[in-house]
């Protein structure tokens, strides 16, 4: 198995100055030493980096004057069961509970690039087997053409593969089983959230996150962690907490809170299994919830020159089909200066 490199692979994060203290000497994936072809190297050096000005570290732009807000919907009825078939008109989208006007609708199973967060503290030990079978299954039952990265996560993140499609080598990332050390949640999902912004080639993300406990070594905050997402105009957060064998119920009720919070916010789901056996049928679930959703967009009529932060709500009608559910972001920071970052929720790609 490779030599971990300790030296950390840093990048800076920038969050609001007021609610939100500024994160310096942020977290960061340690990176493992560089094995396999060029195509599969590390995207960035193991080498410590100075800090860099925002507009030098800011990965989304904007290359036309029109911005348009993209939604990933996921819509469900009574029963919980995905409906695929809506259009359009079904759907009423409320930016600060003013309708908009929708431009764009589809349904389709586009590629995602997935991060897979998976705790290697101490208290993993015995349930990285079936964690690790349950995230390769996931893998499976995506879209051939997904990318995704695997990060081990205790006490400090590491990137054990990088972006792949190849399914042995990610089997193989998920295999650098330490169990050891606390869980340093937080840092790793922004550290994932950043190194998706600056190297995932889909514009549509994910992460998926496996843990059993709370985080207890983060230098970031949940609040932190949540803004990070959504100054990015980030990845949606799918969570499985494995919890069922929490002694400390005020603990277990914090971690919960925490992961429910981070899936909550950003349109994804978190489960919480009531045994190990039901990890490979979650996985799978999140895999057919990721395939299944819609692509909504809409250009706010309060524009995105007055800055802010906007909340999001989508409704769904449709004759015949009952009550339905929609699931998406909460929300977004508009950012009226595109030389410093963000112009809206949507990444440009050349």
């Keep these: 198995m490779p030599v971990r490199n300790a030296k950390p692979f840093y990048f800076v994060l920038l969050l609001a100055i007021g609610a939100y203290r500024l994160l310096t000497g942020s977290p960061a994936f340690c990176q493992q030493a ?72 589809s349904q389709e199973d586009v590629p995602v690039s997935m991060a897979i967060l998976i705790d290697n503290s101490g208290s993993m030990a015995q349930k990285r087997a079936a964690v690790n079978r349950a995230a390769i299954d996931l ?119 925490a992961l429910q919070t981070l899936s909550d916010e950003t349109g994804g789901i978190a489960f919480f299994p009531k045994s190990l056996d039901q990890v490979d049928t979650i996985a799978a679930e999140v895999a057919q919830d990721i395939r299944h959703q819609y692509v909504l967009g809409y250009h706010p009529t309060d524009p995105i ?8 709500r989508v409704e769904a009608k449709a004759k015949g089909l009952g009550k339905l559910s929609v699931r998406t972001r909460a929300g977004y920071f508009a950012n009226p200066h595109p030389s410093l970052g963000a112009t809206s929720s949507t990444p440009a790609h050349p």
């Design 305 to 312: 020159s007055r800055g802010g932060y906007r909340t999001v």
């Design 139 to 257: 893998i499976q039952a995506s879209n051939p053409q997904d990318e995704a990265f695997i990060v081990n996560f205790s006490d400090e993140a590491f990137l054990d593969q990088d972006f792949t499609s190849n399914i042995n080598l990610l089997r193989k990332g998920l295999s650098h089983i330490d169990s050891e050390g606390g869980t340093a949640l937080y840092d790793a999902v922004i550290a994932a959230a950043d190194h998706l912004a600056k190297q995932a080639k889909h514009p549509k993300q994910v992460i998926l996150i496996i843990t059993d406990g709370e985080d207890n070594s983060s230098s970031a905050t949940l609040a932190d962690t949540v803004r990070r997402i959504q100054d990015l105009n980030g990845p949606i957060v799918y969570s499985i907490g494995l919890l069922y064998d929490e002694s400390d119920r005020s603990q277990s009720h914090r971690a919960r809170k």
């Design 34 to 105: 560089a094995t396999g072809s060029a195509q599969n190297a590390p995207a960035a050096t193991a080498t410590p980096q100075p800090a860099v000005s925002a507009a030098q570290n800011q990965p989304f732009t904007f290359k036309t004057s029109v911005t348009e807000v993209v939604l990933y919907a996921t819509v469900v009825d009574s029963h919980q069961r995905l409906v695929t078939s809506l259009q359009k008109q079904d759907f009423t989208i409320y930016e600060n509970n003013v309708p908009q006007t929708i431009s764009s609708c």
